[in-house]
């Protein structure tokens, strides 16, 4: 007993030691947000010498006049509006993937695959053509309507993944009661994919709060920036880079990142009681 | 296990509508044209000028494409391996219900929060660099270390460690697929007398296999495509002397810096063989160690 | 069944529609390819209605003080100018750029935006920029009080494509205080390149008395090529011939390479890895902000921001050394404003109207001050001047000196981005000795060519 409970202390002080070490960048960061700018990079201790809420106060102050919390706002909105389509449409097409018959699947699903192997930056010019051509720059349009058409290949492909896996047996009761491919999706596809279902949703909130390359070239005009975007701004090569604001914004901005994590973490691992749908 | 099959052949069709008009309407079109483009001399600008094969010939005879080519590869084959198996390992120790896991799993998921944002640059830069925290743990056990971040021959390594840094998506994963592992296996296995390690290889490990391969595909897939990690920390030049310099970095400054998009193109034309090559290969593979509860 | 599928799928579209609603209705939208492109220099101005009211777009890099400062500007414009509503798209530098080379490719570039030198000549001589000569020639860009090195500053085979946001030239900032701090020779307004090496090794050895092996003389300039210029426009070359060739020898290019090589070994520069971490470092966080050397070469603009950043420390201007007797190496340097020349006449009326407002009127200058170099507008400077504080009348002084020595220099071809990536690459080899000057400045000098031929295709 005695050593089960050194060994259980043991591992409790490696995970925390390693930890740690994983995470000094960040509280190196933390305590960066709360010194003076000129100290940040003149002393290499992790205490402020006179620790200051300057960073928070300018940086939430935002960029030409907007603030951050505008910026939050429309990061939420679009992190928000992004996960309830791939969410909708991923599932959609991983299930006719993963459990549907149908001519050319193979074929599609490749298809699908070797969309996600072009590089970005060729993709995305043509793309700017066409959505400018419609009028769409400057909007969240090119951000969030491709969303609702499964353009993000890596969801259908994890869902997929996680589909083939629940039982064909468990479905064929239903589908012997009479209930339609429609029915079985709803009432027997989603819930059993609520794991996967709450990644898509983690990572589809990460993903596009983190996003800087498409907004940066999409979005223009500061009041429809978003969180990525105002940090960019914050550095500048050519002029007077505000750091202290940086690390402030970009530890505040992890904070709703964190915060859905932790939340939803309970359903990503606990996942949820299916006995009911088990028996 | 008898194949199931229940649908009308139009309903998986229908079912994949939204899919296959979002590939025609937002995908394909810009596909088609970047295919276009590689046979062309396009500044951005002007009009694209037909070229034929010269953006291919001129390619594999770039001796920075061979440079960016062989960085790449190292990135991928040293960087997945190891984040990979740190994500799988983390997430076994982390599904079980230890006191305080749950602060654990968001200690150790922070770093992967952090995506390419600038701060990332000037954090690593502080830990990697002449008076940086590395050099300063190595410094109280007497070596004197070098500005690994700023040499050639080791900045590579310290992006692979920043990969491996980020490896909370693929345990994300990992752990989802091991929650679906029903636990009937498990309660099996106790009453047969199976030990932990015997349990994670014959129960835990088989059954994980649609995850693992899925994790492998895809980290495979992004790290070919990686850029931010280099754009951000060599500030977009691949220093020092193109040790960092990732494809799609050298892709990007050819299409955005030199308005040679053509050229670009057709670099990205030939990645995108590379990458379909690697994965027709996997999923070949697959076929002999993957494994699905169906 | 088919019912239940076709409820998603409408549920699908109808989303993207109240999407389309929601954010399709704002403000911002553009329509970049509305009219059909203007027709490059020609004479004759369409007519344009000046009562109807316009929005343009207006696009320029810099940190979160600029993007204040140039709000207040364009706000001033659009109190005097009720028709006209600009669209500010502020934006930091690397984003600026990489933003610019998108929006050109469907002809949205913003209607008005700055032009900086390292670029110019990628958008100019690709028809991205309209001729502003009709625009001077009937005044309503006002040119008569600016001097000829500004207005030539913008002008690409005669044509006026850009007006100077404001002068500047090269200057070395030296950290004074800490050369006093180690008793070392200040270096004179004018220097030369043997001078620096021999202040060079004077500090090293001071330095290495104090133990400071980790501190230097100056940055380590041998990738700079706007530097590099300096050197070429000393030996009587420049980097560019008027028709768009290399203008420097491969000995020009070696000579350079070797003197930073001697100055690395003698410990005057830093080490290899050190240059290549601090070489994307912002200015905040660079070597002479950080105290590590007492020198470095920018433009004399910025002696406020270093200043800023080293409050405790006096921080004077002297030229970039120069050769015995060899030629001055100033040149007029500085950013500029231009118009799209894919947007309509009316949007290009208000920008012009906007660039003249933003350079000479005096409810801009006041503001604008030395933000972008000296004011152009020789006018403007006398009555900015009594507004101006000690370290502005520095900088004031510093550029007026310069460019009084300054001789007129060459537009750059197109490619030249790609030939100054090659520049720093080629430095860069020569830093990690994987190859010797001698190599170097032939292969630069066969490859920039090369890269300016394929450019003339």
């Known amino acids: 007993m005695r050593v089960k409970q050194r060994r259980k202390l043991l591992m409790h002080f490696l995970i925390i030691l390693f930890g740690l070490i994983m995470i000094y960048p960040l509280i190196w960061m933390l305590s960066a947000s709360f010194k003076e700018d000129v100290e940040i990079f003149q002393s290499t201790s992790l205490l402020p010498k006179n620790p200051t809420l300057n960073n928070y106060i300018y940086g939430w102050k935002g960029v030409s006049g907007v603030s951050f919390g505008k910026f939050f706002i429309n990061s939420f909105f679009i992190a928000i509006v992004s996960i309830i389509a791939n969410i909708l449409s991923c599932s959609m097409a991983a299930y006719a993937f993963s459990k549907l018959e149908f001519k050319f699947k193979n074929t599609l699903f490749a298809i699908m695959l070797v969309t996600l192997m072009l590089p970005f930056h060729v993709r995305l010019i043509p793309q700017y053509i066409v959505f400018s051509k419609i009028g769409w720059v400057n909007t969240y349009l090119p951000l969030l309507v491709p969303k609702f058409f499964a353009t993000e290949g890596f969801f259908i492909f994890l869902l997929v993944q996680f589909m083939r896996g629940i039982s064909n047996e468990l479905l064929e009761a239903p589908r012997i009661d009479g209930a339609g491919t429609f029915r079985i999706y709803m009432q027997f596809i989603m819930p059993l994919s609520v794991p996967a279902l709450v990644t898509v949703a983690i990572f589809t909130f990460i993903w596009t709060w983190n996003d800087f390359f498409s907004q940066m070239i999409y979005l223009s005009a500061p009041p429809t920036f978003t969180v990525s975007l105002a940090l960019r701004m914050f550095v500048d090569a050519t002029g007077e880079s505000s750091w202290g604001a940086l690390f402030a914004m970009s530890c505040l901005s992890l904070v709703p990142l964190l915060f859905i994590f932790i939340v939803f973490q309970r359903y990503l691992v606990e996942g949820i009681m299916l006995g009911s749908i088990k028996g | ?294 | 069944m088919k019912k239940m599928i076709a409820i998603i799928l409408m549920a699908v579209m109808l989303m993207s529609v109240m999407l389309l609603s929601a954010c399709g209705g704002g403000d911002t939208a553009t329509e970049p390819d509305e009219k059909p492109e203007s027709t490059g220099t020609d004479d004759s101005k369409p007519a344009v209605d000046e009562g109807t009211s316009v929005e343009i777009r207006v696009a320029w890099w810099g940190d979160t003080k600029r993007h204040e400062l140039y709000n207040q500007i364009c706000d001033v414009f659009e109190s005097k100018n009720p028709n006209i509503k600009l669209i500010r798209e502020p934006v930091s530098w690397t984003d600026y750029w990489d933003k610019l080379t998108v929006q050109s490719a469907s002809g949205g570039a913003p209607d008005f935006m700055g032009m900086h030198p390292q670029f110019a000549s990628d958008y100019v001589r690709r028809g991205v920029l309209e001729p502003l000569d009709t625009y001077v020639k009937d005044g309503t860009i006002d040119l008569s009080n600016f001097s000829q090195a500004a207005i030539d500053s913008g002008t690409v085979n005669g044509v006026n494509y850009m007006i100077s946001m404001g002068l500047t030239t090269n200057t070395v900032l030296v950290n004074k205080s800490m050369l006093e701090d180690l008793g070392v020779q200040i270096p004179d307004f004018d220097w030369t390149w043997d001078d620096l090496k021999a202040i060079g090794s004077e500090a090293r050895a001071a330095l290495d008395a104090k133990g400071k092996k980790d501190s230097w003389l100056r940055e380590d300039a041998s990738g700079a090529y706007q530097i590099f210029r300096y050197w070429a426009r000393q030996n009587g070359r420049d980097l560019y011939t008027a028709d768009g060739n290399i203008a420097y020898t491969k000995e020009d290019a070696a000579s350079w390479f070797a003197m930073w090589k001697d100055l690395r070994d003698s410990g005057v520069v830093p080490d290899s890895a050190t240059t290549t971490e601090y070489s994307k470092a912002t200015l905040e966080d660079s070597l002479i902000a950080r105290g590590k050397t007492a020198m470095v070469s920018v433009p004399p603009n910025q002696y406020k921001l270093y200043s800023a950043a080293l409050p405790e420390a006096e921080l004077i201007m002297v030229r970039n050394p120069s050769k015995p007797d060899g030629k001055a190496g100033e040149f007029v340097e500085g950013a500029h404003f231009a118009i799209s020349s894919k947007t309509t006449p009316e949007k290009k009326l208000a920008a012009a109207k906007l660039i003249n407002f933003w350079v000479n009127d005096e409810d801009s200058i006041k503001l604008f001050r030395l933000d972008q170099g000296v004011p152009a507008n020789t006018k403007m400077v006398e009555f900015l001047t009594p507004l101006l504080d000690e370290q502005d009348k520095d900088i004031v002084d510093y550029v007026s000196k310069t460019i009084e020595i300054a001789a007129p220099t060459t537009f750059p071809p197109s490619g030249a981005s790609e030939v100054d990536s090659l520049f720093q690459q080629i430095a860069e080899k020569v830093r990690f000795d994987q190859l010797t000057p001698e190599d170097a400045g032939a292969q630069l000098v066969s490859e920039a060519q090369a890269i300016l031929d394929s450019n003339k295709k």
Request: glycine fraction near 6%; avoid cysteine; charged fraction near 10%.
């Open chain 2, 1 to 294: 296990m008898k194949k199931y099959k229940f649908n009308r052949p139009w309903e998986g069709y229908a079912f994949l509508t939204p899919w296959l008009l979002g590939f025609l309407l937002f995908t394909a079109i810009p596909m088609v044209l970047s295919l276009y483009f590689s046979f062309t001399q396009y500044d951005v600008v002007t009009s694209p000028k037909w070229v034929g094969l010269e953006n291919y010939i001129e390619l594999a005879n770039d001796p920075r494409v061979h440079k960016s080519l062989q960085v790449t590869f190292t990135y991928v084959a040293l960087g997945v391996p190891f984040q990979l198996i740190f994500a799988l390992l983390l997430a076994v120790v982390f599904k079980n219900n230890i006191p305080g896991i749950r602060i654990y799993r968001a200690i150790y998921y922070l770093p992967s929060l952090f995506g390419g944002s600038v701060a990332v640059a000037i954090l690593w830069r502080q830990l990697f660099n002449k008076e940086g925290a590395i050099n300063q743990l190595l410094s109280l056990v007497g070596i004197e270390g070098k500005n690994w971040i700023a040499s050639p021959d080791t900045a590579l390594y310290t992006l692979i460690l920043l990969l491996i840094w980020q490896f909370g998506s693929p345990m994300v994963i990992f752990l989802g697929g091991l929650k679906q592992i029903s636990l009937d296996y498990y309660e099996a296995a106790e009453i047969d007398g199976a030990s932990k390690i015997g349990t994670f290889f014959h129960i835990t490990l088989p059954l994980l296999t649609p995850m693992v391969f899925f994790n492998i595909v895809m980290t495979i897939i992004n790290a070919f495509q990686a850029f931010t990690p280099s754009y951000i920390i060599s500030g977009g030049t691949g220093a020092p002397v193109d040790s960092t310099l990732f494809y799609t970095l050298y892709l990007y400054i050819k299409g955005f810096q030199h308005f040679s998009m053509g050229y670009a193109s057709a670099l990205a034309w030939v990645l995108l063989i590379i990458i379909a090559i690697i994965t027709a290969i996997m999923f070949l593979l697959a076929q002999k160690w993957v494994y699905y509860d169906e």
